[in-house]
């Protein structure tokens, strides 16, 4: 499966935007689908991650009620709602796929991923 991720740019805390990464391939609703996310001089760290039919969420500490992550597998996209930003989300914004991630929360449990967008987030 090819990822390609959008919606990244130059925002204001605060600000609401939502990311999309649109998927190829006739087999979307068989992957569980992350964003995972790189901050300038630090690690790749998980952000969110959904389940093959969205039943499942999950959620990293310091965005849980602020973002939001969901699938339409019609349009073969996932989506991250990002809602009260803070300059500290600011980073590159990769969306991953896998069929069945050994450990959800965990990059390195994903086969695909898309080329990455940025957020950056001025205060």
């Known amino acids: 499966v090819q990822l390609q991720a959008s919606g990244g740019g130059l925002v204001q805390a605060g600000d609401s935007p939502r990311l999309s990464c649109a998927a190829s391939?006739?087999?979307?609703?068989?992957?569980?689908l992350g964003w995972f996310r790189q901050a300038p001089g630090k690690e790749r760290e998980f952000v969110a991650a959904?389940?093959?039919?969205?039943?499942?969420?999950y959620y990293t500490d310091s965005v849980k009620g602020r973002f939001t992550i969901s699938r339409d597998n019609a349009r073969n996209t996932v989506y991250l709602q990002m809602n009260s930003l803070k300059p500290e989300d600011t980073a590159i914004y990769y969306c991953?796929?896998?069929?069945?991630?050994?450990?959800?929360?965990?990059?390195?449990?994903?086969?695909?991923w898309g080329q990455g967008t940025l957020v950056t987030v001025s205060s």
């Open positions: 391939g006739r087999t979307f609703s068989t992957y569980y």
């Open positions: 959904i389940s093959w039919i969205g039943g499942s969420t």
């Open positions: 991953a796929a896998d069929l069945r991630p050994l450990r959800t929360m965990e990059g390195r449990s994903y086969s695909y």
